[in-house]
């Protein structure tokens, strides 16, 4: 256990970080297998809604510095491509 007060406090905000970023990546994967349950049905619009809704929630992980800009962007490419072929079909 820490005994410097700035290492005290640091120590504090770090787990305030920590849960916040688990709660938006367990969000980030909520929205991602919408996105995957609307491709399985076979709902074209809804596949494409949804992937918008989570190439934003991507965005925002990335801008805050959950996930890496990089991931994200890989991400939103590949829940794109997938909706974009049901509607395809």
């Known amino acids: 256990m820490a005994n410097i007060k ?5 120590n504090k905000q770090n787990e305030v970080r920590r849960e916040r970023n ?4 367990t969000a980030l994967k909520t929205s991602q297998k919408k996105v ?16 918008r809704v989570a190439a934003k ?3 925002k992980a990335a801008s805050k510095g959950v996930v ?10 590949r829940l794109a491509k997938a909706a974009n072929a049901v509607g395809a079909e």
């Open 6 to 10: 700035s290492q005290i406090k640091r």
């Open 22 to 25: 688990k709660a938006v990546r």
């Open 36 to 51: 995957q349950a609307a491709i399985a049905e076979g709902d074209a619009q809804a596949a494409t809604e949804q992937a």
């Open 57 to 59: 929630a991507l965005d």
């Open 68 to 77: 890496h800009k990089r991931t994200a962007a890989r991400r939103k490419s």
